[in-house]
């Protein structure tokens, strides 16, 4: 394949046999890959205002725990209540029939959690200038919560995500990652399950564990890789991947979370150097908690980054086929090459 910086490099339609969608590959739609910087301000907030800074835990909403769990004013990770929570707690979970309605309407009452887990106590700390060990702490937070959250009989379906800038959907600048529990299953995570078991059922292999195109391989870690799709959604997407076929995130160990602290703050470190410190979203994309056994085999979560780079037009929200102007190949050229300081 062409390198991206040639001007004759012709556009592609691959399919992401993992989310079962299709991606426009167009290179002639962009400067070369190695130009892209972001430019936005990721982080507007005044410090003096934020609640989530130590000392103004009472303008918070409830805390759920801390880490350490007895600590006091020496904390160093809280997961809490949003204060305003897409769904709510307090609610009991029930169907709503909707007499009338002929084209599959249903409705459920707005029942779930929505949680904020706020990752350092100081403003200024970021995930990126975290140690390994630090980001697998806030990475057992995460584990822990669900831990709690899937003794719920109602709650079928936990997705953690992180905003990082304005334009990512960030209000607060200290850096602050959240959880919504859900009582339903997403129709995305449906359609990701229901791709992954056909792969399994033609090749009898998981198709996250099948990934071996080196040309898409930034970096590998003990227990996990880091790759860029081979059909990405978005310019310089990254997925960390458990080397290991593993059905669920929650059943991360401490020694593993170490190891995938160190990889998802070494890919961070890479895509800040080489985008400029662009604003961007994690997504940890796991299982439903009552997933039919069958599934087990072929479902294998993984954490996907997305750094936002552009925006989605008519194009893309009517056909659900998104247009990349980088090729993956050469995106995890990039980010390989990229040299980052050692990490601490």
Not at 50 to 77: L, M, Q, V, Y
Not at 124 to 130: E, R
Not at 131 to 141: F, H, K, M, Q, T
Not at 174 to 192: D, E, G, K, N
Request: proline share 7%.
């Amino acid at each position: 394949m062409a390198g991206a910086e040639s001007p004759n490099q012709s556009s592609e339609i691959r399919k992401d046999g993992i989310n079962d969608r299709w991606v426009i590959f167009s290179p002639a739609r962009s400067r070369r890959p190695s130009d892209f910087k972001s430019k936005s301000n990721p982080n507007p907030n005044n410090q003096s205002e934020c609640p989530f800074c130590k000392g103004h835990e009472h303008e918070c909403a409830p805390e759920i725990f801390r880490i350490p769990a007895d600590s006091t004013s020496d904390w160093r990770i809280r997961v809490i209540q949003n204060l305003y929570p897409a769904l709510n707690r307090d609610l009991h979970f029930q169907n709503r029939n909707h007499e009338g309605s002929s084209h599959g309407d249903v409705s459920v009452s707005g029942f779930g959690f929505h949680d904020v887990v706020i990752e350092s106590p100081v403003h200024s700390v970021h995930l990126i200038d975290l140690s390994p060990a630090e980001v697998g702490d806030v990475l057992l937070a995460f584990k822990a919560r669900i831990d709690q959250l899937r003794m719920n009989d109602s709650i079928k379906y936990v997705q953690v995500f992180k905003n990082h800038g304005a334009s990512a959907g960030a209000s607060m600048s200290h850096s602050h990652s959240q959880m919504i529990a859900l009582p339903i299953v997403p129709t995305t995570v449906s359609a990701r399950l229901n791709s992954m078991k056909e792969y399994y059922e033609q090749t009898g292999n998981c198709s996250l564990c099948d990934i071996r195109v080196d040309d898409l391989i930034i970096h590998d870690s003990t227990h996990f890789k880091s790759v860029v799709p081979f059909a990405a959604t978005f310019p310089f997407e990254i997925w960390i991947i458990p080397r290991d076929h593993s059905t669920y995130f929650h059943d991360l160990d401490s020694e593993k979370a170490v190891d995938l602290g160190g990889l998802l703050k070494f890919m961070l470190l890479k895509m800040s150097s080489q985008l400029n410190n662009p604003p961007f979203n994690f997504m940890i994309h796991t299982s439903p908690f009552q997933v039919d056994p069958s599934y087990l085999p072929c479902c294998h979560w993984f954490l996907q980054i997305v750094p936002q780079l552009s925006g989605v037009g008519g194009f893309e929200l009517g056909t659900g086929c998104y247009i990349n102007p980088v090729f993956p190949e050469d995106a995890a050229k990039i980010l390989r090459e990229v040299k980052v300081p050692d990490q601490k």
